[in-house]
């Protein structure tokens, strides 16, 4: 009688013929039971089917005991592998990066606007740590800020968390946060369709709004909000679409601005220029067109007026310069070389930044 062999020790037998390095193990003893072989139905197919083998455990309970070791290089190369795996997924799990469920609001001014203003629902306020002991030697102007930031927070019963720098740098994508970072909700903007109609005491020097029309750089919104909020214009309207979203690089770039401002949004740019047009808005919008006046030959605070500044790339859409009652720019050296081709060079220079430009204009009509 043939004397049958299980799988397993088929393949034991089988790792070990063809690994001469590994290290061997003793056999299992023969047990009294023998495996139970349920032979398939086709007679030309000579697999078979374990079932309910007694053995297994036993069998299984020794292969777990031994240890393989191999000197094959692609061996030890697995199990290094296999180890720097564990270790990092380890590592991964053991994290201690804070998760922000809002939005990151960082650095001293813009997280001290955003708790003056309250317009935003607020979760947590991460701080560095020692930041306290390591702000006794900073400026007298930020250790204020650091002091007031803290008071507030203590006053509305703000949750505060200390955290590493490394987190910090982490949360914000490695931006100048401070040594402070706070989790809260976005800041929404409210639809706007037009402006109000003129009223007959606003006919000179009226209010001054600026329309951004697909400003699309974050730092540029944040500095033009800036310059908005420093020379006193009443609002700021911006595309729903193709625009920066407000951001924690919003508000950092504003200086905190962002949270005192007056913000709108509009679907529809040349809608809202036509309208507010109707209304008795005065519509100056800035561009390089040779239609477009100097700058000293717009008289401010004529009436209410509303500055629209273009994109970064293109400048105004032809729509929305079309919407405008008049178009604007700046003088400068830039038309002096334009003709001149040793200067050919120096053409990318024939215009300034948008940011940039939205503070000479604004510091223009706000006067």
């Known amino acids: 009688q043939v004397e049958r062999r299980s799988s397993w020790e088929v393949s034991a037998e089988k790792y070990l013929n063809e690994d001469p390095t590994a290290v061997k193990f003793n056999e299992p003893a023969k047990l009294e039971t023998r495996e139970k072989v349920v032979e398939k139905k086709d007679e030309g197919d000579e697999e078979s089917e374990i079932i309910n083998d007694p053995r297994w455990p036993s069998i299984k309970n020794k292969f777990n005991k031994v240890k393989f070791v191999s000197e094959k290089p692609e061996f030890r190369k697995w199990n ?6 564990r270790n990092t997924w380890k590592e991964a799990q053991e994290s201690t990066l804070p998760k922000i469920v809002g939005e990151g609001i960082y650095g001293v001014a813009p997280v001290l606007a955003a708790l003056s203003a309250g317009r935003r629902e607020f979760y947590a306020l991460y701080v560095q740590d020692g930041m306290e002991a390591a702000w006794n030697n900073k400026k007298r102007k930020d250790k204020k800020g650091l002091d007031k930031i803290l008071k507030i927070a ?3 019963g703000l949750n505060q968390r200390e955290a590493s720098k490394h987190d910090l740098n982490m949360m914000v994508d490695n931006r100048p946060h401070q040594g402070l970072v706070l989790d809260a909700s976005p800041l929404e903007m409210m639809s706007i369709k037009e402006l109000h109609p003129v009223s007959s005491e606003e006919q000179k020097g009226g209010p001054l709004w600026v329309a951004l029309d697909e400003i699309t750089d974050p730092q540029n919104l944040g500095a033009i909000i800036r310059s908005c909020y420093f020379f006193g214009a009443s609002g700021v309207v911006v595309c729903a679409k193709n625009s920066a979203p407000l951001s924690g690089v919003v508000s950092k770039a504003s200086a905190g601005s962002v949270e005192l401002m007056e ?13 507010s047009s109707g209304n008795g808005w005065r519509i100056l919008g800035a561009s390089l ?4 006046v100097t700058l000293n030959k717009v008289v401010p605070g004529e009436q209410p007026t509303v ?3 273009g994109n970064e790339g293109v400048g105004l859409r032809a729509l929305v310069e079309r919407s405008c009652t008049e178009l604007i ?4 050296n830039a038309a002096d070389f334009r003709g001149n081709e040793e200067d050919n060079g120096l053409v990318g220079v024939e215009s300034l930044n948008v940011s940039v430009a939205a503070g000479v204009l604004l510091n223009h009509l706000a006067g």
């Open 307 to 309: 500055l629209v500044l």
């Open 329 to 332: 720019r700046i003088p400068g």
């Open 289 to 292: 067109s040779t239609r477009a």
């Open 154 to 156: 203590e006053k509305v």
């Open 80 to 85: 290094k592998q296999e180890a720097w795996g």
């Open 263 to 275: 913000l709108r949004s509009c679907k529809n740019m040349m809608q809202f220029l036509t309208l």
